[in-house]
């Protein structure tokens, strides 16, 4: 990624981000001169006035990624289980204590639960008589270009992120489609909003007032997402063994980058603290899977179908057809 400064106040703050990715051991990343940002971007509009290379940034086809994870837990013995409601959480007092989970697929019983719920998080923990953290959802907005504009940008561009957040990006997909967004908006509701009209317009006119050469260029397709944002930057992962309950609430975007270090500390937190060791096979790497994307919309991995449910996956893999995940 390249995070570009386009004001002189922007550039000021730089050495300052530099600094708190070296101390936070996030990933090397180094201030550049303007001539090595515009050989690294010579489709960039001419007016930065400084950059960060950071080469740690990654991106990938964020429903596959998903997805694999699933299927790959499911092999291991993993249950899941969609669509299903959680109308009451129980605890049942005996030599050992275990929790009643009530879902409109019927009732599971266990030793501790790992409440994930995402933007329901805060109403699953409410349910289970913790309440510590509040939902507020924010929709997030993108406008999709198609691929034959993807050689006007190298890497992610990043502006120079905000007390909300990283910003609006623009970014090539593995799939070589330019996106820009997300926006960072209040949602009255949890469910994926439609996009607005208006809204795309400015992601557009973003788009092409830092990479001219989108402008013109017509947009595929545009899509929402709502994050599970709540009332502090931090996420919610805390463990409550007298409940027999894990909370892990707030996980936004980044936690795809984070979720191998999320799933470690919960893992910890089940051994050490509800004294529970794994019941089924300790096997913890990803095995290998065979997958083919089938048209119009599905992918298959080893013999199971799933249906492609995201926007960058269906408007990119159609022409590539290769996973590069």
């Not at 809204?199 to 017509?218: A, H, K, N, Y």
């Not at 996420?235 to 894990?246: F, L």
């Not at 937190?269 to 509800?274: A, D, G, K, S």
């Not at 997958?291 to 996956?313: E, G, N, Q, S």
Request: aromatic residues 6%; positive net charge; proline residues 6%.
């Amino acid at each position: 990624a390249t995070m570009v400064a386009w004001t002189q106040e922007q550039a000021q703050i730089i050495p300052t981000i530099a600094q708190r990715c070296r101390a936070a051991r996030v990933s090397f990343c180094t201030e550049i001169s303007l001539s090595e940002l515009y050989s690294r971007e010579p489709g960039l509009r001419k007016q930065a006035q400084g950059a960060l290379w950071i080469p740690g940034e990654t991106v990938v086809d964020p429903w596959l990624t998903a997805i694999s994870l699933a299927h790959d837990a499911k092999k291991k013995g993993a249950m899941i289980k969609t669509n299903a409601v959680v109308q009451n959480i129980s605890r049942t007092e005996c030599e050992r204590q275990r929790i009643q989970v009530m879902t409109s697929l019927g009732q599971f019983t266990g030793r501790v639960v790992i409440n994930c719920g995402g933007l329901y998080g805060d109403i699953v923990d409410k349910l289970a008589g913790l309440q510590h953290f509040r939902i507020s959802p924010k929709k997030g907005q993108y406008a999709i270009y198609p691929q034959k504009v993807g050689h006007h940008i190298n890497s992610s561009i990043l502006p120079i992120p905000t007390s909300k957040g990283k910003g609006e990006i623009i970014f090539k997909t593995v799939y070589g489609n330019v996106v820009v967004g997300p926006t960072f908006e209040d949602s009255a509701s949890r469910a994926r909003p439609e996009s607005d009209a208006c809204t795309i317009r400015r992601l557009v006119r973003l788009g092409e007032s830092c990479v001219p050469g989108l402008e013109g260029c017509p947009i595929v397709n545009t899509y929402t997402g709502v994050r599970p944002a709540t009332e502090t930057k931090d996420y919610h992962i805390d463990s409550y063994p007298e409940s027999c309950w894990i909370t892990v609430g707030g996980i936004r975007s980044t936690g795809l980058s984070g979720s191998l270090g999320i799933a470690d500390k919960v893992r910890r937190l089940v051994l050490h603290q509800h004294a529970l060791e794994p019941s089924g096979p300790r096997r913890t790497g990803l095995e290998k899977m065979d997958i083919k994307f089938v048209p119009p919309c599905h992918a298959r991995i080893d013999d199971v179908l799933y249906t492609v449910t995201h926007p960058i996956t269906l408007n990119g893999v159609w022409k590539s057809r290769d996973s590069r995940l």
